[in-house]
């Protein structure tokens, strides 16, 4: 996983826009990457793009069930020093209008799911030499938006978890840190602002940089975070968002 090493990672959310950008950066600098989604087709699809040393895996967050059998599988290839949480569900909506169905479904995905995932692996993750933990959470989680009540709830629970999380495994040299993107070219995006593309001419004009970021440019971070350059680094948010929000 950089600086010459070489280990073995599970990217969840691996065949969405940031997830595929994670895998493929992973799987550059020499990592094995397991690539869990939904989409069984797609995360195949990209394990065959990025050749032997990346494989599929079909997981819905969503399920206690498909959690058991994706982790049940990942143990059984043998060690892992990275977990990437790169799944989540979004539905934006005005809080009064929302539906607490939609609440249950964000708050499974986005926050019990990965917090299930992880105690899975956790044991093999402390057994492995400066194992990783990243969790992809949301600007809006961190700073709000309209909108985005309950997803941003869902997705701040993180924070809270990952910081816990960060205290009690530093002693196996495991770290955990949250990546917080800000707007990002692709598939979300462009659905939420589907039937509002005014929004998006505002919302470009309202970010420092004038744009919006590219998967690639929060993978980059994730990818750092996940080698061994970052030994020193835990229980962090990290915002990559173009500067719309700041500390």
């Not at 969840?12 to 550059?28: E, K, M, P, Q, S």
């Not at 087709?41 to 990209?46: K, R």
């Not at 659905?191 to 004009?205: E, F, I, S, V």
């Amino acid at each position: 996983m950089g600086g010459g090493s070489v280990g073995r990672a599970l990217v969840t959310g691996g065949a969405g826009d940031i997830g595929r950008a994670v895998a493929r950066r992973l799987t550059a600098a020499g990592c094995e990457v397991i690539i869990a989604d939904l989409d069984s087709d797609a995360a195949q699809q990209l394990a065959d793009e990025l050749g032997p040393t990346a494989a599929a895996c079909h997981l819905d967050l969503g399920d206690p069930d498909s959690i058991d059998a994706a982790a049940t599988a990942v143990l059984a290839g043998g060690t892992l020093s990275a977990l990437v949480h790169c799944a989540g569900a979004a539905i934006v909506e005005p809080f009064l209008d929302s539906k607490p169905e939609h609440w249950d479904l964000m708050l499974r995905v986005n926050l019990r799911g990965p917090m299930l995932l992880t105690q899975r692996l956790l044991p093999t993750l402390q057994e492995t030499a400066s194992a990783r933990v990243v969790f992809v959470s949301s600007d809006g989680a961190r700073a709000g938006a309209a909108g985005e009540a309950a997803y941003a709830a869902s997705k701040s629970g993180l924070f809270g978890f990952a910081k816990s999380l960060a205290r009690e495994v530093a002693r196996h040299d495991v770290t955990v840190n949250v990546v917080c993107p800000g707007p990002i070219e692709g598939r979300m995006v462009a659905r939420t602002m589907a039937d509002h593309p005014g929004n998006l001419d505002a919302l470009q004009r309202a970010i420092p940089m004038k744009r919006l970021g590219q998967p690639e440019e929060v993978a980059a971070l994730i990818a750092w975070l996940a080698s061994p350059e970052a030994s020193y680094i835990t229980g962090q948010l990290i915002s990559v968002s173009g500067g719309i929000t700041m500390h």
